[in-house]
C-alpha cells in the first residue's frame, strides 16, 4: 500500500515544534538587538498558524470533543507555570497567559460555530451575524486573559474552522489577518506551502507528544537560563 504524497498531520506538528522552540530559544537566550535574533523569531512565525489548523483539523476529526477540549484545558493550566518561569523568571505573572489557552478558547468558538450551523437554520444575513457575535466573545475573553496572540488567534481559529473548505483561502486569510497584529508575522507566509501540501492524513501517533513537548521544552529553557543568568549576572 503506498504512502499519500504530501506531509502527514505529525509532519507538520514536527514543523511546528522545531519552529517554535527555535523561536523560544531566540526569545529567551538572544540580544533582540542581534541579527540572529530576529532570525530566530521569523522562523518562529511559521508554527502558530500551523498549530491553529491541526487544531481545526483534529477537531473535525475527533470522536470527543470534551475530552479534546478537556486534555487542552489541562495542559495549559499545567504549562502556565514553566510559560511564566521561561519568560518572565517568575513563578506566576498575570498579564500574560500561554498559547494554549489560546488554543484552548479557539476551540471552544468551533465548537459553537459547528452548534449554529448544525441547530440554527437561519438566512444567510442573520448566521452570520450570530458568528461574528460568538467569535467576537470567545476573541473578547482571550483579549481579557492577555494569552498568547490574543484576540488574533482565536479569530485565526475561527477562519480555519468557517473556510475549511478552501484551505489555499483559508491560510492566506489567515497571515494577512497576523501581519495587523505585527509586521514580523509578515514570515508566517512561509507556513502556506507546507499547510497546502497537508495530504490530510494522521501520520505517526503523536496524540500527547506536543502536549508534553509544550511544558517540557519551557521548562528546560527557563532553567538553562535561570542558571546562566545566576553565574553571568544577566537581568531576570
Known sequence: MTKSKGISGTGLKIIAVISMLIDHFGAIFLDPTTIPYEVSRMIGRISFPIFCFLLVEGFLHTKNVKKYALRLALFAFYSEIPFDFAFRCTLFYKDAQNVLFTLLIGLMAVICLEYIEIHFFFKPVRR??????????????????KTDYSYFGVLVIGIFYLMRENRESAILTVCL???????????????VP??????????????????????????VLGTLYYQL???SKLPF
Open 128 to 145: 452570520v451575524l450570530c458568528y461574528i457575535a460568538t467569535m467576537a466573545a470567545w476573541m473578547d475573553l482571550a483579549h481579557f486573559l
Open 177 to 191: 489577518l497576523l501581519c495587523f497584529q505585527d509586521p514580523l508575522e509578515l514570515f508566517a507566509y512561509f507556513c
Open 194 to 219: 507546507l499547510i497546502y501540501y497537508y495530504n490530510g492524513e494522521r501520520g505517526m501517533p503523536t496524540k500527547y507528544f506536543f502536549y508534553i513537548f509544550y511544558p517540557v521544552h519551557l521548562t
Open 229 to 231: 543568568a545566576l553565574r
